[in-house]
């Protein structure tokens, strides 16, 4: 694949140029819209279904240019289902409960072609952890976990198909960097990856703001489908002290947006799965910020994230400890400040606003 590998990002990047706006008018048609109400900040309806365009640039490039290997047919094979489930939610709307067992059923689905997590390296003194049987579960948690990140953070026009842009190059920057430790199926990797960027790329020149058409579910679980599954064949295959944390650092935008919505919906006594406006991009409005400027704000975070995860493996072990320590402290005070993670959050929130309006008096 590397050798045509230009061509092949070239095509994926057309197709997803030229299929989204047939794939906008099919949305209108058989219904997958997004209607505007109290917790979104569009004002009209909008056609849904974007993932789809997406996925044909990906498949598509792939089918043509890929050596379809075991784990290639289980990737895509993962990503009809998961195609599949969000194009349902998209035009009829499913129970929670039933996306979640779609999702289960689509992440196991690609466990019998070989793309599993097999060890976990304790980055503390460089051991594997042999998962064994438990390599089964782990791998369904993480690509579960990463496909509802992705999926929560899509509120604002280009966020989320933005965030995946980066997150896939880095994802590639990072397994080229270990390529030597991975072989063949490390450049592999990097191919699928830098495919799924163009992909990408092509869909948010219709999805940056403002948009003319959304993600959607299809899009959106297809995306954190298709970044868990790639981290999984790549950078966890990688036998070094940090290759357990690196995904979590690409994904550090999405990833910690779930874990902060659990903790505020937990310490709210609110059930985990209900909607708030409470999400990163919710609250970074809330403080002034444009929805254009939201966006391109969530963008460097997530460059930042993405630069540090390519650092990471440039370092030794107590450096990157270092390093992440130094992150997860920035995370902490800066996701407190903004308000992200509860009470707290909220009051320093309300502070901030307070402190602008006496200035703006003076």
Not at 5 to 10: F, K
Not at 19 to 30: D, G, H, K, N, Y
Not at 51 to 65: C, D, E, K, N, P
Not at 89 to 106: E, F, N
Request: charged residues 10%; aromatic residues 6%; positive net charge.
């Amino acid at each position: 694949m590397l050798n045509s590998l230009p061509i092949a990002v070239c095509l994926a990047l057309v197709i997803a140029l030229g299929v989204t706006p047939l794939v906008r008018r099919v949305a209108f048609r058989i219904g997958a819209v997004d209607r505007p109400d109290h917790r979104k900040v569009h004002s009209k309806i909008m056609p849904r279904l974007g993932g789809l365009a997406v996925f044909i640039a990906f498949a598509a490039t792939v089918l043509l240019f890929g050596q379809l290997d075991n784990r290639i047919i289980g990737l895509l094979t993962g990503g009809c289902l998961i195609i599949w489930l969000g194009i349902l939610d998209d035009t009829r709307g499913l129970p929670a409960k039933v996306k979640l067992a779609g999702q289960i059923a689509a992440a196991a689905a690609v466990v019998p072609f070989g793309i599993q997590v097999e060890f976990i390296t304790n980055p503390f003194n460089g051991h594997l952890v042999q998962l064994g049987v438990w390599g089964v579960p782990v791998t369904v948690f993480w690509i579960i976990s990463v496909t509802n990140a992705i999926n929560l953070i899509d509120g604002l026009d280009g966020l989320a198909g933005g965030t995946s842009f980066i997150a896939a190059l880095t994802l590639a920057a990072v397994t080229w960097r270990q390529a030597g430790l991975l072989g063949g199926a490390g450049l592999e990797v990097v191919g699928l990856a830098l495919i799924l960027a163009a992909s990408i790329l092509g869909f948010l020149r219709h999805n940056f703001y403002p948009a003319r058409i959304f993600l959607g579910d299809t899009g959106s679980m297809f995306l954190g489908y298709a970044l868990s599954v790639l981290a999984v064949m790549g950078v966890a295959k990688a036998a070094t002290a940090i290759s357990v944390i690196i995904p979590m650092v690409i994904l550090g935008i999405p990833l910690l947006d779930v874990f902060f919505a659990i903790l505020r919906r937990y310490q709210s006594h609110r059930p985990i799965f209900q909607p708030d406006k409470e999400h990163l991009h919710h609250r970074m409005m809330a403080l002034g910020l444009s929805h254009k400027q939201t966006v391109l704000a969530i963008y460097a975070i997530n460059l930042v994230l993405g630069i540090s995860a390519v650092i990471l493996t440039m370092l030794t072990t107590s450096q990157a400890v270092l390093l992440l320590f130094m992150l997860a402290v920035a995370v902490i005070v800066a996701a407190n400040k903004i308000g992200v993670i509860g009470k707290a959050g909220r009051a320093s929130v309300a502070a901030s606003r307070t402190l602008q309006q006496r200035s703006s008096k003076m």
